[in-house]
């Protein structure tokens, strides 16, 4: 159980662009979720928690006009990266909270700007 | 401030125990989590303690000691398959503070 869906695996996108990552929980339904990134080598970084049918909070530091949250359902949330531009590549994680605060993670959308 | 630490990197042995220490500073505690990460995937559950002690999960164990803020996780009979980075993480005031996560290198 606890099955997190992340689309697209990969993308690769031109600088000023918008990409849009999905991120879909199969087997359950959770109230709260989390978008992290990770650059190489270094530890995954919070962006915003995201609770269904609310604003997003953003962590200090995230632009929240760049990094678009869409929590429509207790199964779907969705990240756009608005004009992205090659600082933004990164590894975008979603992950949903269930019991204790454990938290399943997404596969994770590798994301390459030009 | 908070703070996390972990070793950046270990290397164990086939078939051998590996323990990996977290140590950390923060202003509260309500739990600590280990997860291990293959390179290029998401972070995978492995333990949570929150209480003080000893958590045994097949060839995978957890300490936790609140008093010295202080976890290992431990890996016995390893395989290569563990080589994997693993990632201590605590939840500080309803936050989760992650370490840098100790790469484990595991060699034949």
């Known amino acids: 159980g606890a099955v997190v869906s992340q689309h697209p695996s990969r993308v690769i996108c031109k600088s000023g662009t918008s990409v849009k990552i999905e991120c879909r929980s199969l087997d359950f339904q959770a109230t709260t979720m989390f978008w992290y990134r990770q650059f190489p080598k270094q530890s995954l970084m919070l962006m915003a928690t995201s609770n269904e049918g609310s604003k997003a909070t953003y962590e200090q530091g995230v632009e929240k006009d760049k990094f678009l949250i869409n929590h429509a359902s207790l199964t779907l949330s969705t990240l756009t990266v608005t004009s992205a531009h090659p600082e933004d590549s990164s590894f975008y994680i979603c992950?949903?909270?269930?019991?204790?605060?454990?938290?399943?993670f997404g596969p994770g959308t590798r994301l390459l700007v030009l | 401030g908070q703070n996390i630490d972990q070793p950046t990197e270990m290397t164990a042995t086939e078939g051998a125990i590996v323990q990996i220490n977290c140590t950390y500073q923060?202003?509260?505690?309500?739990?600590l989590f280990w997860y291990q990460q293959h390179a290029g995937e998401a972070p995978t559950f492995l333990s949570y303690n929150v209480l003080d002690g000893l958590e045994e999960k097949g060839r995978f164990s957890s300490f936790l000691s609140r008093s010295k803020g202080y976890s290992y996780l431990l890996l016995k009979e390893l395989q290569m398959k563990d080589s994997a980075s693993y990632l201590c993480?605590?939840?500080?005031?309803?936050?989760?503070?992650w370490g840098a996560g100790t790469k484990l290198i595991i060699k034949p």
């Open positions: 993480a605590v939840k500080s005031n309803y936050q989760l503070i």
């Open positions: 992950s949903y909270r269930l019991k204790q605060e454990t938290q399943y």
């Open positions: 923060t202003s509260g505690f309500n739990g």
